[in-house]
């Protein structure tokens, strides 16, 4: 069962440009069936309650050039709990089938 994030109120911007999501020894990862390279990229998102930085890993060769403060946003946001190791310490990681840049919008001239 996929947990999609329900997107249509909040607004996305980066915090910080992709990364590779790398192993213990530096080795940029990859995904599971695929092979494809695994980036992340820490998004800021914004709605009514306020902001929280998060960081959401997309498989692919060549993500986007983005800037930090660009609004963004991403496609398929999925949550993904999970605890860590010897702990009962709650996590959530965010996976997105990709994050697009949101075409800014035409200005219009008032006379």
Same mark, same amino acid.
């Given at each position: 069962?996929k947990l =999609? @994030?329900? =997107?249509s109120?909040?607004q %996305?911007?980066?915090?910080? !440009? %992709?990364?590779p999501r790398?192993?213990?020894?530096g080795?940029q ?7 494809? !390279? ?6 800021? /998102?914004?709605d ?5 930085? +998060?960081?959401?890993? @997309?498989?692919?060769?060549?993500? !986007? ?9 991403p496609?398929?946001?999925?949550? +993904? !709990?999970? @605890? ?5 310490s709650?996590?959530?990681a %965010?996976? /997105?089938?990709s994050?697009?840049p @949101?075409? /800014?919008?035409? /200005?219009t001239?008032t006379?």
């Open positions: 069962m =999609m @994030v329900d =997107m109120d909040v %996305f911007t980066v915090g910080r !440009p %992709f990364t790398t192993d213990q020894n080795a990862r990859t995904e599971k069936g695929t092979g494809r !390279p695994l980036n992340v990229v820490q998004l800021v /998102a914004i009514e309650a306020g902001a929280e930085a +998060i960081n959401v890993t @997309v498989a692919g060769e060549n993500p !986007p050039k983005l800037t930090q403060g660009q609004s963004v946003r496609e398929s946001l999925e949550a +993904i !709990p999970w @605890v860590k190791n010897n702990t009962n709650a996590q959530v %965010f996976r /997105a089938t994050v697009n @949101v075409a /800014a919008a035409k /200005a001239a006379s």
